[in-house]
């Protein structure tokens, strides 16, 4: 085996205190959030299920693209390909059904200001999450099942499904997860904003328990900082969204095709 190159140690190395950073971090996260004694909001259930997805992701699927990296090639088998394509895919729908939530849950806050605890409750939220868990490994199985040959990326160095040869499925698999995300996401935080930006403008509320309640939900930080992780996760994936529309529009580009010969 030839000796690695510097360019390859390199990016040997930064995939590995990528990997490093995200399982700590997380850790840390779900730690906090278990030890926490004060009172919780329902909203640290959603963040800890976000924390959970990072952290199978730092640890069943970033490693493995640290020897790859060194050598150029996949070295781990078909089925461990497979595997990692179907985690990335599965973590990844799991984010994204979460800040659904996460957008249902604030705006639940603010429509319903009077009733929002008897509606959020932790064991609902809890329900919600395990059976999103559940039905997003369930959607996202076909691959397992040998029905999508994955691709070694020679740029990121990991496994990922090659969507194009199952274009029904593709099709499908997005509109379930991207459908009722994006719209929810984008019709929650539209009304929150424009009750803040209404209650700021000094629309009277004739209901003053109403009015009372409404004001000290809409000062809770968590709005704007839900808001910000949400578009942070859309701003960060957009980049490779455009490039995979790119590469089903007008076809994959060639080093991906010749990365085939690689899963040996």
């Not at 959603?46 to 730092?58: F, I, P």
Request: charged share 10%; with cysteine.
């Amino acid at each position: 085996m030839e000796e690695p190159s510097l360019e390859a140690l390199m990016q040997s190395s930064l995939i590995l205190v990528v990997a490093v950073a995200i399982i700590l971090s997380n850790l840390f996260i779900i730690a906090t959030y278990l030890n926490f004694r004060g009172p919780s909001e329902v909203i640290n259930y959603y963040l800890l299920s976000l924390a959970s997805a990072d952290l199978l992701c730092g640890l069943l699927v970033v490693p493995l693209s640290v020897y790859p990296a060194l050598v150029r090639r996949w070295v781990y088998g078909d089925i461990v390909c497979r595997l990692v394509g179907y985690l990335e895919v599965t973590l990844w729908a799991v984010s994204v059904y979460t800040f659904m939530w996460i957008s249902v849950d604030r705006y639940l806050a603010i429509r319903k200001p009077l009733r929002y605890e008897t509606v959020q409750t932790k064991t609902r939220c809890q329900c919600w999450m395990v059976f999103t868990w559940i039905s997003v490994a369930m959607m996202c199985c076909p691959p397992l099942l040998g029905f999508n040959k994955p691709i070694f990326d020679r740029e990121a160095f990991i496994c990922m499904l090659d969507w194009g040869n199952m274009a029904a499925y593709t099709i499908t698999l997005s509109i379930l997860v991207l459908g009722p995300s994006v719209i929810t996401i984008v019709y929650t935080y539209f009304y929150i904003f424009s009750m803040m930006r209404r209650l700021k403008s000094g629309v009277l509320i004739h209901d003053k328990e109403y009015a009372t309640a409404l004001s000290e939900n809409l000062s809770n930080p968590s709005h704007i900082m839900s808001f910000v992780l949400v578009m942070a996760f859309w701003v960060s994936w957009a980049p490779y969204a455009g490039l995979r529309i790119y590469a089903v529009v007008n076809g994959p580009p060639q080093v991906m095709l010749l990365s085939c010969d690689l899963l040996n």
